[in-house]
């Protein structure tokens, strides 16, 4: 069997089944799951009977149903043909609470961007109403044998920035890729990937220049390097990502190294860019060659 998609959210998954039963008359199957971090899901799964023509039209359903699952054609196949006597969910009505319901499911999805989100913003927002000193004390990279010790200094300096426009475009940047994979590749991953990619890019930011410097750029870069890299890897556009993304990344590092040489003089920690940039692809290759090895981008689980 084909699992077309996992949510946190049951009542989802029934509706999208009363959905398909509706158009095309195929009974999907609906099963509780944990993954390996005892979290809970339910799953939807697309039976293997099932003529190709049907299955490719169904697999596209699942895709537009996760970009709005509020949809009020959703909605309306639920109560005409939806069988829920059986099932101890109710599926959710047409009403204005759709926008909380949205907005539920996107806090979920999202939680550790949204974290780190509001964590760059409460530091910020502190820097500037009096605390900046103690805070470029207590937060930047270890440069001391003491401060070597203190363990938190290797991540703590990413949710420092330093102006308005710094902040800004990190943040943006952040919410728009690290969403996407927290989506897609899950919560514990993308955690992975910010701390692997917070500490290797600040030691060679370290090691190229000197410790002063703050901003969550690095893992960014890490972020944009994931999500390209795993495309690439996986031979599919796993994250619907533009022509030209990776011209654009190439020539913003270029960019980025032209402003810091001599001719210029602009300061742009480069090498924490470079660091993070490289984590990202790496790490996105191991995903993508997952994806790949698999043959598609949606798990198959035989029974």
């Given at each position: 069997m084909q699992c077309l998609f996992r949510s946190?959210?049951?009542?989802?998954?029934?509706?999208?089944?009363?959905?398909?039963?509706?158009?095309?008359?195929?009974?999907?199957?609906?099963?509780?799951?944990?993954?390996?971090?005892?979290?809970?899901?339910?799953?939807?799964?697309l039976p293997d009977n099932i003529e190709n023509e049907d299955r490719e039209a169904i697999c596209r359903e699942s895709e537009d149903f996760l970009r709005n699952p509020t949809d009020s054609r959703y909605e309306q196949a639920a109560w005409l043909r939806g069988d829920t006597r059986s099932l101890k969910y109710s599926i959710p009505v047409k009403t204005d609470k759709n926008f909380l319901l949205n907005l539920l499911i996107g806090i979920k999805?999202?939680?550790f961007t949204l974290f780190i989100i509001l964590l760059c913003m409460l530091i910020y927002l502190l820097q500037n109403i009096g605390y900046q000193n103690e805070i470029f004390q207590t937060f930047h990279y270890p440069d001391s044998p003491e401060e070597k010790r203190e363990i938190w200094r290797?991540?703590?300096?990413?949710?420092?920035h330093l102006n308005h426009p710094h902040i800004l475009?990190?943040?943006?940047?952040?919410?728009?890729?690290?969403?996407?994979?927290?989506?897609?590749v899950g919560t514990p991953a993308l955690v992975m990937i910010y701390i692997i990619s917070g500490v290797i890019s600040a030691a060679l930011q370290d090691?190229?220049?000197?410790?002063?410097?703050?901003?969550?750029s690095g893992v960014v870069y890490a972020v944009l390097g994931f999500v390209s890299a795993a495309n690439s890897a996986a031979k599919d556009n796993l994250f619907n990502l533009p022509l030209g993304f990776n011209v654009m990344i190439i020539v913003s590092v270029l960019l980025g190294f032209l402003a810091s040489s001599p001719l210029i003089r602009f300061y742009v920690a480069m090498y924490s860019h470079l660091?993070?940039?490289l984590c990202g692809i790496v790490l996105g290759c191991l995903y993508g060659k997952k994806i790949l090895k698999n043959n598609k981008t949606r798990p198959l689980v035989n029974e």
């Amino acid at each position: 069997m084909q699992c077309l998609f996992r949510s946190e959210f049951p009542a989802l998954a029934l509706q999208f089944r009363d959905y398909i039963r509706l158009r095309y008359a195929v009974e999907l199957l609906i099963k509780e799951e944990r993954d390996r971090w005892n979290q809970s899901f339910t799953a939807v799964y697309l039976p293997d009977n099932i003529e190709n023509e049907d299955r490719e039209a169904i697999c596209r359903e699942s895709e537009d149903f996760l970009r709005n699952p509020t949809d009020s054609r959703y909605e309306q196949a639920a109560w005409l043909r939806g069988d829920t006597r059986s099932l101890k969910y109710s599926i959710p009505v047409k009403t204005d609470k759709n926008f909380l319901l949205n907005l539920l499911i996107g806090i979920k999805q999202t939680k550790f961007t949204l974290f780190i989100i509001l964590l760059c913003m409460l530091i910020y927002l502190l820097q500037n109403i009096g605390y900046q000193n103690e805070i470029f004390q207590t937060f930047h990279y270890p440069d001391s044998p003491e401060e070597k010790r203190e363990i938190w200094r290797y991540l703590s300096h990413t949710v420092v920035h330093l102006n308005h426009p710094h902040i800004l475009f990190n943040l943006l940047w952040w919410w728009i890729f690290a969403a996407m994979i927290e989506r897609r590749v899950g919560t514990p991953a993308l955690v992975m990937i910010y701390i692997i990619s917070g500490v290797i890019s600040a030691a060679l930011q370290d090691w190229g220049l000197s410790t002063e410097f703050f901003g969550l750029s690095g893992v960014v870069y890490a972020v944009l390097g994931f999500v390209s890299a795993a495309n690439s890897a996986a031979k599919d556009n796993l994250f619907n990502l533009p022509l030209g993304f990776n011209v654009m990344i190439i020539v913003s590092v270029l960019l980025g190294f032209l402003a810091s040489s001599p001719l210029i003089r602009f300061y742009v920690a480069m090498y924490s860019h470079l660091g993070g940039l490289l984590c990202g692809i790496v790490l996105g290759c191991l995903y993508g060659k997952k994806i790949l090895k698999n043959n598609k981008t949606r798990p198959l689980v035989n029974e």
